[in-house]
């Protein structure tokens, strides 16, 4: 199903034997826009401490109680190598962390998450042996969807909005829908654009853009975040644009 990742926001996470924190942020890699961690403030557990789960460790949650079940002790999770605080996640981290859980690496693989196309399949996969002490130097650049919010948003011939939200699959935590909001450029509309639809980031200058005009984007289909995107509306996108679909 595609969730509003504002929504996920602050879910309540519990692991096996206890309450770890809360979802303060999502981690998501710069080629697939697939979320590759959720980092959980500890809160009280362990105060001043963030940590990362990956979407394999996550169980199916709770939208009505808002909360995340963890396949994962207290133990595992504070036991897990930690993050330097204000540094950006390196592949030698995040290796040491795979190694630590004994995952397989989501990168090299054929799929969004390397042998499989969604992250709870790798949950009972082992890590190979000779794959141990291998280092992937070209490794994906991890965003922070706090920070990359509020991007504006660049049409082929003028600006259109910002970037105020995302939409993920919860089962391949793959990025669908980038939420555009439109009202200080267009009347006050909400629309979605696909990351495949992106020409190119401008990570430095804060900066989105699209292979669509801005009238393009005024026209398609509004977005209502009161309401989950359903196939319906997805099939009304993809055939205003008369793009292929990705299902």
Known sequence: MLRSVKEIHNYVLQAEDGEIGRCKDLLFDDRFWAVRYMVADTGKWLPGREVLLSPISLGEPNWSSRFFPVRLTKKQIEKAPGLDEDAPVSRQHEILW????GWPYYWGGPYAWGAAAYPGALYDEKLPENKTTEVDSGDDHLRSVHEVTGYHIQATDDEVGHMED??????TWIIRYLVVDTRNWLPGKKVLVPPTWIGSVDWADNKVSV?????????????????????????????????????
């Open 98 to 101: 795979t190694q630590y859980y």
């Open 166 to 171: 995302f939409i993920v699959d919860d089962e």
């Open 211 to 247: 292979a669509l005009t801005r009238e393009q984007v005024k026209d398609s289909p509004e977005y209502d975040p009161s309401t989950v995107v359903n196939r319906e509306y997805e099939v009304r996108l993809y055939d205003f644009y008369g793009r292929p679909k990705y299902w």
